[in-house]
């Protein structure tokens, strides 16, 4: 760990850039219908929708429903588990914009019961809903992909090799297309200096790093930033271990001109075709905070126009977009800058962590916007070195998010694809709480391994209905055209404090699927929870440490695999019931093979 990195990241991260003119906000009803049903261990809350909402901000004891390590507290939809908590008042107000929520309900008070009934599954297999949304697909995070280029090594594992890796393993097991990341602009490729007063680019750097991307079977997100030290109003204010520079332009139409550069450059390289299909532009990174943008916000909105306009300049049928925005932020004002200004907006893009991402939908809807909405950002944390990812609470919290955000966003990009990743210093252990998918040395996390079942699902989503005590199960189903049925079911909460588990909240599952026909098929029962699928416990049972050493590494590799439950089985006819118990944290997926 960087410890000067750290510290100023902790002293700046809660500020902000500056404060807007809030745009114009709905005026919201407040939430009708709120009904709160008791569970072992739970309360389970549910409301009747309010038009305009993007979320809806739960209250318990008068007190806003919220955790320290979560950066918008607001749900998307009209559902929320309460767990680790006795009785209460509930009550839930509808939200418009990050800091517009309409009035509280009416109160209604509960209290968790005190044993579970079980939570009962049914799945038709003969009833398809949908072609099955893949939000995780479209984007993955990454270091600043000049790190691709590093030589060195990290806990013995060398950087850019395993680097490179990693994108491999996003784009072959996760069927990943894009990659997001910082600095791409960063003077360490050296993209533009100033020689007797004159600009010189220098695109060689960025060659490097995206002939590797390219080459993997990805294409870039071009996240345009940060700024070179040259072209920098004030170089001082710097970000990250490796100094990244936030500050505005010293001179807008020389960043303007630098942009176009830069797209004209790529579009010679790649094919302007390549880059109007399947390449995008996103102005900035969360310039909504001060550690990420000395400038004011108005100077951010003259920065995207002249970048917008930059882009657009060179093929106006390339994709420019943002705010990139922190925790939500500046949505509602970025629209209404673009409708004044005229600059493009393509798509909209924003971040969240510790809950899933809130439904945008309505706010485009009011300002006539037919845009993809992209989460550039997104996992179980947002803090560096936070252990709560790297365990099966992690599998559950990624599939909650992308059953949530399937079919109403474009992309729900999980921050990031490895642990070789240097923002406030490189790991300083196997296990410190990264917020990659993989481990230093490529190891598959629970999270990793979640994703991957989400990924074989079939494309014929399936009908699937839960009743009892549910709780924090969820179910995904779906059909392969030549006959696989795939239900993936989880167990899960928002309660941080209860990510090592809360036996309390365990289910017995019965499962039942329906509509087969009748043909031999081949069960399988694959299982992630703390004794499976899990290779931070399996580093722990051989003593954990630091960094694993010589043969260490062949065992982790051994033991990191996804874990049958039980022997797989034959099974025939037209229904199948089974019954199983699912702790929570834990995932099961039951795939029938014919």
Not at 293 to 316: C, M, Q, R
Not at 446 to 468: I, V, Y
Not at 471 to 485: F, L, P, T, Y
Request: proline residues 7%.
């Amino acid at each position: 760990m960087n410890t000067a990195a750290h510290r100023d990241w902790q002293d700046r991260i809660g500020q902000a850039s500056g404060e807007l003119a809030a745009a114009s906000r709905p005026a919201l009803e407040a939430p009708s219908g709120l009904r709160a049903v008791p569970g072992a261990g739970q309360v389970t809350l549910t409301w009747d929708p309010v038009p305009g909402a993007i979320g809806y901000l739960v209250h318990r004891d008068g007190v806003p429903v919220g955790q320290p390590d979560v950066d918008v507290p607001a749900v998307p939809s009209c559902r929320y588990v309460d767990t680790g908590h006795g009785a209460a008042a509930y009550a839930v107000a509808a939200v418009s914009a990050m800091d517009a929520a309409g009035p509280l309900s009416p109160a209604v008070h509960a209290g968790p019961a005190g044993v579970s009934e079980g939570a009962c599954v049914r799945v038709d297999a003969r009833r398809v809903t949908r072609e099955l949304p893949r939000p995780w697909a479209y984007m993955v995070g990454s270091e600043h992909l000049s790190y691709l280029l590093n030589t060195g090594e990290t806990g013995g594992r060398p950087i850019g090799e395993e680097l490179t890796e990693a994108l491999r393993i996003m784009r072959g097991e996760l069927g990943v297309e894009t990659v997001r990341a910082h600095a791409i602009l960063c003077d360490d490729l050296g993209v533009y200096k100033e020689v007797d007063g004159r600009a010189v680019y220098d695109f060689s750097g960025v060659d490097r790093v995206y002939d590797t991307v390219v080459g993997l079977g990805l294409r870039p997100i071009v996240e345009l930033g940060f700024m070179p030290r040259d072209l920098a109003a004030d170089p001082a204010k710097t970000v990250f271990g490796y100094e990244a520079i936030v500050s505005p332009p010293k001179d807008y139409e020389a960043w303007g001109d630098l942009v176009r550069a830069l797209v004209e450059h790529l579009a010679g390289r790649y094919g302007i075709h390549e880059l109007v299909d399947h390449w995008a532009f996103e102005v900035w990174n969360e310039p909504n905070l001060a550690v990420f943008w000395s400038g004011t916000p108005e100077e951010y909105f003259l920065l995207y126009d002249v970048t917008a306009a930059a882009v657009k300049n060179v093929h106006p049928g390339l994709r420019v977009g943002g705010p990139a925005s922190a925790a939500n932020g500046w949505v509602e004002e970025l629209l209404a800058h673009v409708a004044e200004s005229g600059a493009a907006l393509d798509f909209l893009s924003t971040h969240t962590y510790g809950n899933a991402p809130l439904d945008w939908r309505p706010t485009l809807d009011r300002h006539r916007r037919d845009i993809p909405i992209w989460w550039t950002e997104w996992g179980p944390t947002p803090t560096h070195f936070h252990g709560i990812g790297d365990g099966p609470y992690g599998a559950a919290f990624l599939l909650h998010g992308m059953k949530s955000a399937a079919g109403r966003i474009g992309a729900l990009s999980h921050w990031v694809a490895s642990d070789h990743f240097e923002e406030l210093g490189r790991p300083p252990r196997l296990f410190h709480g990264g917020f990659g998918l993989l481990t230093v040395g490529n190891l598959r996390k629970p999270r990793f391994h979640a994703l991957a079942l989400a990924a074989r699902l079939g494309d014929a989503e399936l009908a699937a209905t839960l009743d009892g005590d549910v709780a924090g199960v969820e179910v995904w189903a779906a059909r392969h055209d030549d006959g696989r049925i795939g239900v993936l079911l989880w167990n899960g909460t928002l309660n941080q404090a209860q990510a090592a588990g809360a036996p309390e909240l365990t289910r017995t599952i019965t499962l039942t699927i329906d509509g087969l026909d009748g043909r031999p098929r081949t069960l399988t029962h694959h299982r992630i929870d703390h004794a499976h699928s899990n290779v931070e416990a399996a580093w722990q049972s051989m003593g954990g440490g630091d960094w694993p050493a010589g043969e260490q590494w062949d065992k982790l590799r051994a033991a990191n695999t996804l874990d049958e439950l039980e022997p797989a089985t034959a099974v025939t006819g037209d229904t199948l019931t089974l019954r199983f118990a699912l702790p929570m944290p834990g995932v099961s997926f039951i795939e029938l093979t014919p």
